[in-house]
């Protein structure tokens, strides 16, 4: 335990260091963007190394998974910041607005409809993001870009729903700076300040690009298995 404990502490400083240096470079403030560790997969005992190390925000993909880990968590350590980055089902809409502090899977209508309800009933609102699929990826979650103008008017208009940013996950196979380009374009034509972009590979790039939140798991916790 004290080895996965200091291996996760000196894994988050180096991205921090990284996170720091990108900021510099790209003349942002380092205050402008915030890490997501994203823990989905591990357990408790890493997530509570990355908390004695100081990090306080945690992305999940997974509603089932974060119902399991998380609220125990949440008891012993206040001021946690839970993040949804995985695709959500309508049906879920009511645990992941109880359990989440973000949403950043929201893509289509009908989801938007249950967030919009379950936003009223419960009384939470998630900081919400728009996920573009900037690939036209055809087994990807997402809105196409050429819709996202449409959707996000919809969002506003006919669900009353607040979409604070855009989140994407550029394809595997392909550089990630055009997606990152492409994401903020669509952003800022839309008024949208947040961005959640860049994983382990390529947060560095994204921050260039404008990226207010990276989702970083393996340089953090290790591969997953
Ligand atoms: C798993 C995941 C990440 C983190 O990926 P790493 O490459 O391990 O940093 C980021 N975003 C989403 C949407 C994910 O599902």
Redesign the pocket.
């Known amino acids: 335990m004290a080895d996965t404990s200091r291996t996760i502490a000196q894994a988050l400083a180096a991205v921090d260091a990284e996170i720091a240096d990108a900021c510099r470079e790209a003349g942002r403030a380092r205050a402008d963007v915030t890490l997501?560790a994203?823990s989905?997969t591990f357990g408790a005992e890493a997530i509570e190394a990355a908390i004695a190390a100081g990090q306080r925000v945690f992305?999940e993909?997974r509603v089932q998974e974060t119902k399991g880990k998380w609220p125990a968590l949440r008891e012993k350590h206040a001021g946690l910041e839970l993040h949804l980055?995985?695709p959500l089902q309508s049906n879920k809409a009511k645990e992941a607005v109880a359990l989440f502090d973000a949403i950043?899977?929201v893509d289509r209508t009908s989801l938007c409809e249950a967030l919009a309800k379950e936003i009223a009933r419960q009384g939470r609102r998630p900081l919400l993001f728009v996920e573009i699929n900037t690939g036209a990826e055809e087994q990807k979650a997402g809105v196409l870009p050429e819709q996202a103008d449409a959707f996000l008017a919809q969002c506003r208009d006919t669900y009353g729903l607040e979409i604070a940013g855009l989140?994407c996950?550029p394809p595997l196979d392909q550089a990630p700076a055009p997606h990152f380009a492409l994401t903020a374009k669509i952003a800022a034509r839309n008024g949208l300040k947040l961005l959640s972009m860049g994983?382990?590979?390529d947060?560095a790039t994204a921050i260039q690009f404008g990226a207010t939140h990276v989702?970083?798991?393996?340089?953090?916790?290790g591969a997953?298995h």
């Open positions: 997501i994203v989905k992305g993909n980055i995985g950043h899977s989140m996950i994983m382990s590979a947060f989702r970083v798991g393996s340089a953090i916790f997953r």
